[in-house]
C-alpha cells in the first residue's frame, strides 16, 4: 500500500546500474530515477524516473526500457482501498516502452466561479479569460458570462481580460477546501472615436510635412490603450505610435510624410487598441506633387467648402475643400436633429486643395449637413445618403 509501481518487476541495482534523486525546488517537484538497472538474472538494462509535483501530479517517463510483459504499473493509496492499475503480466492499458510516458492526478477540491458583466450596460460578458496569480488553471466565460475553475485552496487574485474591455483583478480571493467561492467581476469598456476615415494629401517630394488625426476616449470608462503601425515602408512616421488615453481626453497623433519622388503612395495606418472594433484601418493616399506646381496660381486665396462628390452617395463621398495658408481645419457632419455623427476632418492642413474621403456606411439613408471651420470661417454644405 501508499506506493506507486513505475516499473515493479524484481529489479537488481546492486547488479548494474544505479538510482538517483533530486529535489528541484525552483520547479516544485521530486524526481527518482533508475539508470540502467537491471532485473535479476538478466542483463537487461532499464532507463526511467519518476516525477513527484508539489501539487500532487505524478509522471512515469521511460527512456529505455526492454521487453518485459511481467511487470506491474500503477498507483495505490496508503489504506489499499483504492488503487490505478495500467499494466499487469502484458495486459493493460498503457504498456511501459521506450519513450513513452503516463502522467496520474487528482481534480482539486474547491473551485472558483462567478459571473462576469459590463460595468454599463450591465450584460453578460462571454469569451473573457480568467486566470489566477501562480496557477496553471484558467478559465473562460461562456454566453451567459459565467465562468468556473477548479482550484486547490489557497489565497489568490483572479484577473479578467478581454480584447474589447480594461483588464480587471481582484486580490485576496479566499478558497477554502471544499468548496465553491463565488467571485463575480465588473469590467469596465473605454470607446474609440477616430477623427478621419482616411487621409488623403497633395505634398511635395522631398521636404518633411506633418499633419494630424486624433483619437477621443469619449463616453469611456476606463483608459483606452492603443499602439499604430503603418504598412508603407519608411515613408511616413507617427508619434506617439503607442500609449493610453483617459476616459473623455483625446490624443492628436502626428504623422510626418516625406514622400522620395512625385507620384501617388498609399499605405493603411493600423491602429489596435481595447474596444470593439479593433483594429481600425486608415487608407492614406499622398500625391507628390512638384514644387513648380505649387505656384501662388495654384495655392486658393480663400477658405471654401465645395459641393461633395458624388451627391447623392453610397456609401461614401469625397469631401472637397480649400485652405489659402497652413490652418487648423475641422469638418464636422450632422444629422438633421443636429446631432453630430461623424468628424471625418481634423487637422492641420497646408495651403492648398484638399479632399478627404468620408465613409457613412454605419449611417441611415437621409440628409446630412457638412460643417467646415478654419479659424473664423465657418461654412455649410448638404449632403444626400441613399442607400
Known amino acids: 500500500n501508499c506506493v506507486l509501481y513505475p516499473f515493479w518487476d524484481d529489479l537488481n541495482p546492486a547488479s548494474a546500474g544505479a538510482i538517483k534523486y533530486y529535489a528541484d525546488a525552483a520547479n516544485h517537484r521530486f524526481i527518482v530515477a533508475w539508470l540502467g538497472v537491471v532485473r535479476y538474472g538478466t542483463t537487461d538494462p532499464q532507463t526511467f524516473e519518476v516525477v513527484i ?34 499494466y499487469f503480466n502484458g495486459v493493460g492499458p498503457f504498456a511501459p516502452l521506450t519513450s513513452t510516458a503516463v502522467a496520474f492526478w487528482g ?56 480584447a474589447a474591455y480594461c483588464d ?9 477546501a471544499g468548496t465553491q467561492t463565488s467571485r463575480n467581476a465588473t469590467m469596465r469598456q473605454p470607446r474609440a472615436v477616430f477623427s478621419v476615415t482616411s487621409i488623403t494629401r497633395n505634398f511635395s517630394p522631398g521636404v518633411d510635412h506633418v499633419d494630424s488625426f486624433s483619437i477621443a476616449n469619449t463616453g469611456g470608462q476606463c483608459l483606452l490603450t492603443y499602439s499604430i503601425m ?41 491602429v489596435t487598441y481595447n474596444y470593439t472594433g479593433s483594429p481600425t484601418r486608415i487608407p492614406v493616399e499622398i500625391n507628390g506633387v512638384n514644387a513648380d506646381e505649387l505656384n501662388p496660381a495654384s495655392i486658393p486665396t480663400v477658405f471654401a467648402l465645395h459641393q461633395n462628390y458624388p451627391n447623392p ?60 471651420t478654419a479659424g473664423d470661417f465657418t461654412q455649410f454644405s448638404k449632403m444626400m445618403m441613399l442607400k
Not at 501539487?55 to 521487453?67: A, D, E, P, R, S
Open 53 to 86: 509535483q508539489e501539487n500532487g501530479g505524478i509522471t512515469f517517463n521511460y527512456q529505455t526500457v526492454g521487453l518485459n510483459n511481467a511487470c506491474t504499473v500503477g498507483v495505490e493509496n496508503c489504506t489499499g482501498t483504492d488503487a490505478l492499475q495500467l
Open 107 to 162: 481534480g482539486p477540491s474547491s473551485s472558483i466561479s462567478g459571473v462576469v458583466r459590463g460595468q454599463s450596460p450591465t450584460l453578460p460578458i462571454a469569451g473573457v479569460n480568467v486566470t489566477v496569480n501562480g496557477r496553471p488553471e484558467t478559465g473562460t466565460t461562456d454566453a451567459s458570462g459565467t465562468y468556473t475553475i477548479p482550484i486547490e485552496p489557497g489565497t489568490y487574485t483572479v484577473c479578467f481580460h478581454h
Open 168 to 176: 480587471t483583478c481582484y486580490a485576496n480571493v479566499l478558497v477554502e
Open 230 to 270: 503603418d504598412s508603407s515602408a519608411s515613408w511616413i512616421g507617427e508619434t506617439p505610435a503607442s500609449g493610453t488615453i483617459a476616459p473623455n481626453t483625446t490624443q492628436w497623433i502626428r504623422y510626418t510624410v516625406n514622400i522620395p519622388l512625385a507620384q501617388i503612395y498609399r499605405t493603411s495606418i493600423m
Open 313 to 372: 452617395f453610397n456609401p461614401s463621398t469625397a469631401l472637397r475643400f480649400d485652405v489659402p495658408r497652413d490652418s487648423r481645419v475641422d469638418i464636422v457632419v450632422f444629422n438633421m436633429m443636429g446631432q453630430e455623427v461623424a468628424h471625418p476632418v481634423s487637422g492641420v492642413y497646408n495651403a492648398g486643395r484638399h479632399q478627404a474621403i468620408f465613409d457613412a456606411n454605419n449611417l441611415p439613408s437621409g440628409v446630412y449637413m457638412a460643417k467646415m
